[in-house]
């Protein structure tokens, strides 16, 4: 089955991308997830707008990309959550979180969709968030979560 992307797709691609896929993988979860759209000669027309959309808020290049890794390197990022006894969080902290206490920080402005947090954080403490900042560059920077009653 052919497919034109409309999110980025961990292992797969980015938005844009015109891929090839097993019928049952696109028909029963990038379809109806709103990650693809099915691939037509109409279809592939509105890739062009895709892209636009995409290199407006990608990072520019490796440089600027090793340039925003070197400031997350330096921030500190802290959040604040209710927690119950033994610094259980009521609920998790969600990407979009992440993305607003990074800026909080003073850090860059963020993409919620390239995330990627280890499991879900359910506990207050140090963890450590991944972020794909450009194909060949991720950076890792930690999150400190407080227990707020």
Same mark, same amino acid.
């Given at each position: 089955m %052919?497919?034109?992307?409309?999110?980025e797709?961990?292992? =797969?691609?980015?938005?844009? &991308?015109?891929?090839?896929?097993? &019928?049952?993988?696109?028909?029963?979860? =990038?379809?109806?997830?709103?990650?693809?759209?099915?691939?037509?000669?109409?279809?592939? %027309?509105?890739?062009?707008?895709i892209?636009?959309?995409?290199?407006?808020?990608?990072?520019?290049?490796l440089?600027?990309?090793?340039?925003?890794? &070197?400031?997350?390197?330096?921030? @500190?990022?802290s959040?604040?959550?209710r927690?119950?006894n !033994?610094?259980? =969080?009521f609920?998790?902290?969600?990407?979009?979180?992440?993305? &607003?206490?990074? @800026?909080?920080? *003073? *850090?860059?402005?963020?993409?919620?969709r390239?995330?990627?947090?280890?499991?879900?954080? %359910?506990?207050? !403490?140090?963890?450590?968030? @991944?972020?794909?900042?450009?194909?060949?560059?991720?950076?890792?920077?930690?999150?400190?979560?407080?227990?707020? @009653?």
């Amino acid at each position: 089955m %052919k497919i034109i992307l409309t999110q980025e797709v961990t292992g =797969l691609g980015s938005p844009g &991308d015109i891929v090839e896929v097993k &019928d049952g993988y696109g028909r029963n979860y =990038l379809l109806p997830q709103s990650f693809a759209m099915r691939w037509t000669k109409g279809a592939e %027309k509105q890739v062009t707008v895709i892209k636009r959309a995409r290199e407006a808020r990608e990072i520019r290049d490796l440089g600027h990309a090793t340039e925003v890794k &070197d400031q997350l390197a330096g921030l @500190k990022v802290s959040l604040s959550a209710r927690s119950g006894n !033994g610094g259980r =969080l009521f609920g998790s902290i969600t990407p979009a979180e992440i993305v &607003d206490a990074v @800026k909080a920080a *003073g *850090g860059p402005a963020l993409d919620r969709r390239r995330l990627e947090l280890p499991g879900q954080i %359910k506990t207050t !403490g140090q963890h450590n968030v @991944k972020i794909r900042l450009h194909p060949e560059v991720t950076a890792t920077f930690p999150v400190t979560v407080l227990g707020a @009653k």
